[in-house]
């Protein structure tokens, strides 16, 4: 079992910057992919980021790329998302995520554990 819990969301002007964090704490060996997704209201959950355990491979929705970097450390069983030049399209709840499997997916319905999610919301 992988417990996530996420931290480091909250209320930014268009072109700001934020830095989420997910920390992870049981089976952690077993989060070959971590990733992110997102959810905005009345939307279905949404795929953002994901890594591999060594970090050596990295996949980015379209809509994200070029503004948001995701990394983690093991050493401290944390995963991250830096978003640089937000947008009001960015808005939604972000869930950590991560998977057993070795196969690269945006499909939620992949992931084996999920955080609790952390609201992120973009002024104009």
């Known amino acids: 079992q992988v417990q996530l819990v996420e931290s480091g969301g909250g209320l930014v002007q268009a072109g700001g910057s934020l830095r989420l964090s997910c920390a992870a704490s049981?089976?952690?060996?077993?989060?070959?992919?971590m990733g992110w997704f997102r959810q905005a209201p009345k939307k279905e959950r949404e795929f953002v980021a994901a890594?591999?355990?060594?970090?050596?491979?990295?996949y980015y929705a379209d809509s994200v790329k070029g503004r948001f970097t995701i990394s983690r450390d093991n050493a401290k069983n944390t995963v991250y998302l830096q978003m640089n030049s937000l947008k009001p399209e960015d808005t939604a709840v972000y869930y950590c995520t991560a998977k057993i499997n070795t196969i690269a997916t945006i499909d939620p319905k992949d992931y084996d554990y999920w955080g609790q999610g952390t609201q992120v919301t973009v002024s104009s």
């Open positions: 049981g089976r952690t060996f077993s989060m070959y992919y």
């Open positions: 890594i591999s355990w060594s970090g050596a491979r990295t």
